[in-house]
């Protein structure tokens, strides 16, 4: 019993553009209402009002579904240069860490005190256990991260930064340290940590 | 997490340091040899020729005593200022690789050619899971860091950085890019990396 579109797209229609919506917001919330543990393809069937069928066949695992929510999230972050790269890799950071909050909190009070990475943590454990959840999360972050490397070279070619700036080790120094932090040792990570890992970062890039 | 003295020091004996040191190697040849998944406190017991309880006493789960072998691979990494600080934190920083990669190939061929961070994204995710784990693992990477940051102070004072160098920063930007590209985007981690890892991050650092 087919309840959803599949067979639209067979017979030339548009894929259901309502329907993919209605499943990436209700996957979305269900993560961030109830955290990673409590996180089900068929709830989210349910919440969607599509056919768990539909859901297995393009996300087979709860971790596949997961992945989808974080690479919609991360579409979501603005990554733009406007001419100041100091300003704008801050403003880039901290809507990283922003959602990296979210993550962390997701399922839990958001007054909760604790330094848990929360669904980072297990997205990076799904990453490692299965190769094509890996796989996934890897194209995720390269997609994404292709974005802030060439802000680093327009920053670059305006003359910004200088001309030996090795953009990848740039880039991989600011988001690793925020995602060292928070899943490693636990320190905080704020606005104020931003100012000075774009500080401590820049310092010798400056043209 | 520390060895913690058995409750025979309460008796006023001296704790068997040959039973720790047969319990922390035959942990580490397990975990090294079987993976995250086989590895099992039972197995090291009958390997250490132990009492189950008494691990049991000591490292309540798995996880803990994984924890506690990572803390004595990281105390065999050296961490020492010699008056070169291009040298001396790339030596560093290639001997956290040399330890990333036992980690992340820990149960598997040595020649797998994945990308996997195995052991290194279990232990994140446990520390993210359980309190008391990730207690343990913040406060192992914190005694050892701030050796890094002893170091990097060092140097500051030594005149081979400037006065201004944020240390805490300098070293999430190492450490961070490393743990980031093997636990995030899959990015190779090797001694060709590490070499512009610090010379990037040294760009702005020197007096």
Known sequence: ???????????????????????????RELLLDRGYDQFSVDEVAVRAGVAKTTLYRRWPTKDHLVVAVVARMQDD????????VRADLTRY??????????MRLAGRP???GDSSAG???????????????????????????VLVLRLIEQARDAGEL?????????FDQLA??????????????D?????????????GTSA
Chains 1, 2 share one sequence.
Not at 77 to 84: A, C, K, L, N
Not at 93 to 102: E, P, Y
Not at 121 to 142: C, K, P, S, Y
């Open 1 to 27: 019993m087919e309840l959803e579109p599949e067979p639209m797209v067979r017979r030339g229609r548009p894929r259901s553009e309502a329907a993919d919506g209605r499943i990436a917001d209700a996957a």
């Open 77 to 84: 972050v603005p990554v733009e240069y406007r001419g100041d």
């Open 93 to 102: 950071l901290n809507a990283i860490v922003d959602g990296l909050h979210r």
């Open 110 to 112: 958001s007054t909760s």
């Open 119 to 145: 669904v980072v943590a297990e997205v990076a454990a799904a990453a490692a256990r299965h190769a094509d959840i890996g796989a996934a999360v890897h194209a995720m972050f390269l997609r994404r991260n």
């Open 162 to 170: 200088s001309d030996g700036v090795d953009a990848e080790v740039l």
């Open 176 to 189: 690793g340290a925020l995602y060292y932090r928070l899943l490693i040792t636990g320190a905080p990570i």
């Open 191 to 203: 606005a104020a940590y931003v100012d000075r890992l774009v500080a401590g970062a820049l310092r």
